[in-house]
């Protein structure tokens, strides 16, 4: 599998269709921070918008509203500056939804989607956008434009609490692996356990095809195990691979590209055929100036 490139690989350049492409949350950071001059992410954002078909992913906004959720009142006008970074190439052409849903869509895997959970990305992002604090966001605030007294709250500490738990099982599975002989499954076998995790059973071809399509999380994941062998490795300092093997779940979708400044990504993938998926933001720049091709 990490030797060839698949079928869904080669159609895609076949096709010729627009990539889809998202941003890594350190990306929005580095924006918003001045790390990326402004010509530079302008350059950049108007190619996004002109040349590819942007998405936001739902586990960059998770990251983004976790910052919001933890971080002191008086940065809430920083955090609301880096949504506007996230939206700034223009209206997405697709949020990407949670990993397992998007997986379960890309394949053709029976999987319900339970209707209580977010569904309207944007239209929370525009309401935390018009909150005038962090305190009236989790209190309520008047809601933009209507015409009654009516009041709308978002309440981002839930949804952190909901990431930290999850995080909180990352560290104990991991916290368990550390300092043993990593065992480094099948891409086969991977899969299959992937597919019980899912509540779904599948055949041979199945597991193939979900091996080739998750190349990427799976080769991240295998140095992951690889790096917790070292009994020094700061696992609860390193929670973020957790969101970062997850993000290249999207790379599923053959014409998905990942940018990112974030070096672990493309090491840690680069058995896969997708890592070549995965760009740095001055490879697009360079695509933005004419000089390379994205894909």
């Known amino acids: 599998m990490n030797g060839a490139v698949s079928h869904s690989e080669g159609l895609a350049t076949m096709i010729g269709a627009p990539p889809k492409t998202f941003l890594d949350t350190q990306i929005v950071s580095d924006v918003e921070r001045g790390y990326i001059g402004a010509d530079d992410w302008s350059h950049v954002s108007h190619y996004l918008k002109q040349a590819t078909r942007y998405c936001i992913s739902a586990l960059t906004i998770g990251e983004l509203l976790a910052g919001m959720a933890k971080g002191d009142s008086e940065y809430f006008e ?3 500056r880096r949504l506007r970074v996230l939206l700034s190439p223009g209206p997405p052409a697709e949020v ?5 849903y998007f997986v379960a869509r890309e394949l053709g895997l029976p999987v319900q989607r339970p ?4 569904d309207d990305f944007l239209n929370a992002i525009d309401l935390i956008l018009s909150a005038p604090s962090k305190e009236a966001l989790l209190d309520g605030f008047p809601l933009p434009g209507a015409d009654s007294d009516q009041t709308v709250r978002i309440r981002i500490d839930r949804f952190v609490k909901e990431m930290e738990e999850n995080r909180g099982g990352y560290t104990r599975v991991m916290g368990y692996r550390q300092g043993r002989i990593a065992i480094e499954v099948s891409p086969q076998l991977w899969a299959s356990k992937l597919l019980e995790f899912y509540g779904v059973s599948g055949s041979a071809d199945s597991i193939t095809d979900v091996a080739e399509r998750l190349s990427a999380t799976y080769e991240f994941e295998m140095a992951v195990n690889k790096l917790v062998q070292n009994p020094n490795f700061p696992v609860p300092r390193r929670t973020s691979d957790l969101v970062d ?19 672990d990504f493309r090491t840690r ?3 896969s055929p997708q890592a070549k998926r995965i760009k740095t933001f001055a490879e697009v ?5 004419g000089k390379s091709p994205l894909l």
């Open 78 to 80: 920083k955090h609301k």
């Open 96 to 100: 990407f939804d949670f990993i397992i």
């Open 115 to 118: 209707a209580h959970l977010e």
């Open 245 to 263: 093997g997850q993000q290249l779940c999207y790379l599923c979708n053959p014409n998905v590209v990942f940018i990112t400044n974030d070096s």
């Open 269 to 271: 993938a680069v058995k």
């Open 285 to 289: 720049l360079a695509c933005a100036e």
